[in-house]
DNA sequence: GCCGATCGTCGAAGCGCTTCGATTGCGGCC
DNA sequence: GGCCGCAATCGAAGCGCTTCGACGATCGGC
């Protein structure tokens, strides 16, 4: 392994010629630059990153602390850390990946040894115990999610709330007015995992503004969480035309439930679900949908992040816009085609 | 941020002293030892990751490369993923995240910088071209999945070819002698995925040896995908009574076309999946599997790896053998109950 | 009662890089 | 014509750690 000392002696410069040439901090000549690249490019040399770490204080390694079993669909997450790898490299940075199950420590170990510059934090909850670890460290870092009190944090997610809005006044805008939530999993709620909660909200405070009715539900996971909230919701909400599902993997269960008990889709009941656009157009039906933006919260939280590094201030906290993209699982309701009850 | 020699001082010993206690490299006494680690969490001190690793060329980081935009199934990939990172942490070590589509460039990259102690490649294909890249590096390194030219690399990987035939063991053992693969989609055989022709190999072999009448199909993903090649199936091989399915993001709609066509499993048609364990039990049909043994493979990659570094010889090739778990998705097949054509 | 081993500890030399003065030419200005 | 200032480069001081050789003290053996 060449050193920057080989590459100055082949180049014949000094070592923090070499250095300035590698980091553009100062000015040089257009011919010993040359010289130097060249003299690199031969010895192929790569600067040592701990020594380059050691006296510069910059890693370029970002943390990505990621959850592992959730309840939230395993490829919105893989959506995820795809963005932030792809946009960490745009910066020339490489990703360290933790897990959120090592809670605390694992945010003090890579932060104490100064592994990392930046770390990004999935899957926040209400009270996350992390919140206050992050108080603790030197390096900055960015909340893809949102906690209680996300004050003087970084904070980028899908504005949950408006999403909820915008799925009920698409329906709503076809005449639907008796519309069920199929939300995520029980343990999603209790787990305190705060875009169901806003989501929730937004729904509720958007049904009464619209002056719809309503019900929501949890939905288990499987064939059988499916069954349950289903029979719930009919017998909540006799008469209900459209559903909002905000649980991806519910979405197949689902579909194969209703088909499986005769109700047509979009025919008999309209759907607009809240999940990445792949999912959407990839099951049976091709789904009207609110988008998740993985790859955009990915991206913003990385940006954000380099910008906390540069000393930028930014915005504390950033909610995505909805957008609802039309599909096939969304027809116009007129009352009297489905007056049954449940 | 507190360094080695304000601990040091704190315990009225010298750096090295320190730095024995924390590597055990050297007896230190147990007061001493006490006094250091007193000072140690009194100061809340981390030692510096890059000095440490300028001064003994450790990291403690472990890359780990990983498809990003693939035919394989997400969630199996987390579960490897999951695996190698969980065993990474019990040797104390971190894990790096690199995506394949960087190719050659993040290996040199990360291993010219010093910036971990191996490698960890997913997804290996029959000519990778990674493959040459890892003889420059110093770093040792260790596959999952199997390359064409495996000498004298550490590759782990189930042993697909032992799989497949245990598979139409199974299905033999039931009676079954009309047998079809629904493989995996033709991409992944395109991209020379070994895994793939290893299975169809060992299939081919199987029934051969077995005496059984069978096809092979690959299966594009999605609905249709699936429906062209059950007909396929049904036209090559009339009276089939068995699939053996290597290709777990066909299962969902493959189940769900044969429910659609009247079809019962697996009373008109037995079914081996090759599959993670949760897949298997999740779908509306429990399904007999051969399991991908994600976690073991990554753990197995690991100490692999961890061995390589300690200069531990290891065997190059570690084929895990297959597990069939039997759950609801195998008949015993009787000759006249199905004597139909396709 | 002396010698060599052994144990526990210290000091200092790097590891490879960045960065902050300092230094050397040079053209332009009064 | 001397001086100032700038552009381009160099030298050296660390950054925080590991590790090797050295050293004093303790101990058992003869």
Redesign the interface.
């Known amino acids: 392994?060449p050193t920057i000392s080989d590459v100055a002696r082949a180049a014949g410069v000094s070592m923090s010629t070499v250095s300035y040439v590698l980091s553009g901090r100062r000015p040089i000549s257009a011919e010993t630059q040359a010289r130097v690249k060249a003299a690199i490019a031969e010895l192929?040399y790569?600067?040592?990153?701990?020594?380059?770490?050691?006296a510069s204080s910059r890693?370029s390694?970002l943390a990505?602390v990621v959850p592992?079993?959730v309840d939230v669909s395993?490829?919105v997450?893989?959506q995820f850390?795809?963005a932030v790898?792809?946009a960490a490299?745009t910066y020339n940075h490489?990703?360290?990946?933790?897990?959120k199950d090592?809670g605390t420590a694992g945010l003090?170990?890579?932060a104490?040894?100064?592994?990392v510059d930046a770390l990004i934090l999935m899957d926040v909850e209400r009270d996350d115990v992390r919140i206050p670890a992050l108080g603790r460290i030197?390096q900055p870092s960015v909340l893809i999610g949102f906690p209680d009190d996300a004050a003087g944090i970084a904070c980028v997610d899908l504005d949950f709330a408006a999403t909820a809005a915008e799925c009920l006044g698409h329906l709503a805008g076809h005449g639907h007015t008796r519309i069920a939530l199929v939300g995520p999993s029980p343990a999603v709620y209790e787990r305190g995992t705060t875009y169901a909660s806003r989501f929730l909200g937004g729904f509720t405070e958007a049904s009464e503004r619209l002056g719809l009715e309503t019900v929501a539900h949890p939905c288990e996971?499987?064939?059988r969480g499916v069954r349950d909230c289903l029979a719930q919701i009919d017998a909540g909400l006799p008469g209900v035309s459209a559903l909002v599902v905000h649980n991806e993997e519910a979405l197949?269960?689902l579909l194969?439930e209703l088909r499986g008990s005769g109700r047509r889709v979009p025919e008999d009941l309209s759907i607009v679900a809240v999940c990445p656009r792949d999912v959407a157009v990839?099951l049976?039906v091709r789904l009207t949908s609110a988008d998740i933006p993985a790859h955009e919260v990915g991206t913003i939280a990385v940006e954000t992040a380099m910008n906390l590094l540069d000393g930028r201030r930014t915005p504390g906290t950033r909610l995505l816009p909805p957008t609802i993209v039309e599909r096939d699982s969304c027809a116009t309701h007129h009352e009297e085609i489905s007056a049954s009850s449940g």
């Open positions: 392994m192929g790569h600067p040592h990153a701990g020594a380059r770490a050691l890693t390694v990505l592992l079993r395993v490829p997450i893989m850390v795809t790898v792809t490299r490489d990703v360290l990946l933790l897990t090592e003090e170990r890579v104490g040894a100064t592994m030197k996971p499987g064939v197949p269960p194969e990839g049976p």
